[in-house]
């Protein structure tokens, strides 16, 4: 195996060089505009593989008055690519990476070690601590599982976040695509982001593309779209969200 069969999209463009657009969602101010409250039924997910939930009891008491119980809405999904979304890993030796992570890759005969320099985007660990609270998080990566884990080791040290790998993805007209239906969750309830469209094809309206990352210190992405998540989390149809904002760009 070599280095590129690790990670997919470990190479910086030439020609993105530049500070990536402030944010795609510039817009989260009108946040009042397009606001749906999850004021209606509760979302059940009984089907939901990939999140743990317990169906509350809603069994009726009339003789004894009990509290009223209040249902929780479960969460929303929230999947998230890894590479050049969250982090950015170089295998040759940088000076000024946040951490390092050792892949072991054996075929028949040898062993063979590559490390990886991972440059984490700014404000990625407040992002996740703030989205863990949102969402119910699945990191959704094209690159292999050894790789994923020892990233998220260190990004997710509680190891709250689920992950799927590229044995995950859909590989279709040379793309790992990643298909939301494999959640068996209404698509209204769930979100990607990722910094290629490709990976979004499948659910194009699900899909929030963002700016990919490399190394720039001064990104401010993560923040800069921590309004329209809240929104998103607390919405009907993400759907007619993410709708909205790109009809108001
Ligand atoms: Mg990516």
Known sequence: MSITQIVTQVSQPQTILAKPRRSLFSCCNKRNNFVQMADEKPYLTEKQKLVDYTEPNTTTVVEQKIPVQIIQQ????LVLDLDETLVHTSFQPVQNADFSVDILIEDAQTVQKFTGYVYKRPYVDEFLAKMKQQFEVIVFT????QYCDLVMDILDPDKVIKKLYRTDCTFQNGAYVKDLRRFE???SQVILMDNSALSCMMQPQNSIICPAFYDDKSDTYLQDIENLM?????????RKVLLGVRDTK
């Open 230 to 238: 809240e929104v998103l989390s607390q919405c009907t149809d993400i």
């Open 185 to 187: 969750t209404d698509l």
């Open 142 to 145: 094209a690159s292999i599982q």
């Open 74 to 77: 479960p969460k929303k999904l």
